[in-house]
Nanobody, 128 residues
Framework: QVHLVESGGGLVQPGGSLRLSCAASGFTFSNYWMYWVRQSPGKGFEWVSTINSDGDRTYYAEFVKGRFTISRDNAKDTLYLQINGLKSEDSAVYYC?????????????????????WGQGTQVTVSS
């Protein structure tokens, strides 16, 4: 059974940093592209970042470029998101998600239902 567990969220002041983690189990983590997405009441679903199965290709939404860094440790079956320069508009629940197909980016990034697994999410709140 696929299981994804996010952690690392919290309350942080504008300009602050957080490191989110996502522990994966129940599948061969190193075979799958992985994603960070976020949801908030005001903006709904937003794709944040993607990393390929080997971890050597990364992609970012324009609004996080230069501030967020996605990475993975396939030996530890863990996905990370380093978030720097946090802004109030970054407040959201952050989810890690798994691509439905091995070895490729197949998810369409439109909704959570485009993925076949995601975690419970971790809340990031940016406020002074």
């Amino acid at each position: 059974q696929v299981h994804l567990v996010e952690s690392g969220g919290g309350l942080v002041q504008p300009g602050g940093s957080l490191r989110l983690s996502c522990a994966a189990s129940g599948f061969t983590f190193s075979n799958y592209w992985m994603y960070w997405v976020r949801q908030s009441p005001g903006k709904g679903f937003e794709w944040v970042s993607t990393i390929n199965s080997d971890g050597d290709r990364t992609y970012y939404a324009e609004f996080v470029k230069g501030r967020f860094t996605i990475s993975r440790d396939n030996a530890k079956d863990t996905l990370y998101l380093q978030i720097n320069g946090l802004k109030s508009e970054d407040s959201a629940v952050y989810y890690c998600a798994k691509d439905p197909k091995p070895g490729t980016w197949s998810a369409e990034m439109n909704a959570m239902s485009d993925f076949d697994a995601w975690g419970q999410g971790t809340q990031v709140t940016v406020s002074s």
